[in-house]
Every structure is written in C-alpha cells, then in structure tokens.
C-alpha cells in the first residue's frame, strides 16, 4: 500500500510540476531565451535597456550579476553605445520583467 501511494505521490507530482510550465507565461517565443535586436536606448539609472527586435521596442533589465561582453572584452553596461546591435539571454524576474542574464554587443550595422 505504502509503495503504491508514493508512486501516486510522485506521477501527480510530476504531473503536476509539468502543468505549472506549461501554463505559466514566459516570455514570448520571438524572446525566448535568446533575442537579439538594436540598443535604442541605456537607462543606467533603472538598469534598463530598450532593444528593437523584428519592428517593435522590448525593455530589458540587468542586475550586478549580468555579464557584458564587446567581443571577447568584458565591459560595463555603461560602455554600451546606442545603435549597436546586442545578442542578449534573457530570462524572466521578478514581476514578468525581462531579465539579462549575459549580453553581447557588436558594432552597429553600416
């Protein structure tokens, strides 16, 4: 009996794990988890970026845990320059916010 109820326990909690995923919002799939667009704008005071993707604005947010990257350079987000093009892997944060997680940045296209 005991082994029959922990193996109920353990297919309803998986069932239950797998349902919450999968009716749990996420970023949308142009965004998931990767997105890579133009820097519009740096907003050091918010820790905020504003990235054109695909025609549309999307704002994006950075802790002190973000890494930054020109190349193969580590720099800060400080160091960023508008028009450049930014390759980001996001995740979601507190409250829905889209949440930077490693960023890179090239030149801006000519």
Known sequence: MNRSLWRWGNILSLVVLLAGTSVQGGPPPALTPFAKGILEKVDLANRQLVVQIDGST???????RTYVFRGKEKITPA????NDVVALRVDR???GQLMIRRMKTY???R
């Open 58 to 64: 999307h704002t994006f947010h950075w802790t002190d």
């Open 107 to 109: 030149p801006a296209a």
């Open 79 to 82: 160091q960023l320059k508008t």
């Open 93 to 95: 944060g507190p409250g």
